[in-house]
């Protein structure tokens, strides 16, 4: 690579080469310098789910994942409604470094939920 490109390592250990014009005229992310960040997810339920029910039994499950922060705490709330479901807007958060894992284990959650809700409804 040029003098003038900057090396960057991705998290797949790809290595991208950026253009010193490129830094200085784009926007640049960087994950690493705030405390925490906030993994956004979704759970889209049956219009006849009870989200005054489910959302801080949500919440509860949530914060008790490993790396998931207590501060700020764990955001659950009603997103959007139609006449055959609700959307719920979920917003745990934890360090850059366990993002992929509590990414995988919300969704996991998430997914439980819906099983146990069409059991339910079977």
Partial sequence: HK?????INTSENVLNLVGNNKIFSDTII?????????????????GT?????IIPRLKDQIA???????????????????ADSITLSVRPYC??????SV????????????LNMSERHA
């Fill in 3 to 7: 003098k003038t490109d900057n090396p």
């Fill in 49 to 53: 789910a009870d989200e005054q029910a």
């Fill in 95 to 100: 360090h850059n470094n366990h993002y992929d």
């Fill in 64 to 82: 008790r994942l490993p790396n998931v922060l207590s501060s700020p705490a764990v955001d659950v709330h009603l997103s959007s409604t139609t």
């Fill in 30 to 46: 960087n994950f690493s310098s705030n405390d925490f960040r906030s993994v956004e997810l979704t759970a889209i339920l049956p």
């Fill in 103 to 114: 990414h995988r284990q919300t969704l996991a959650l998430i997914r439980a939920l819906m």
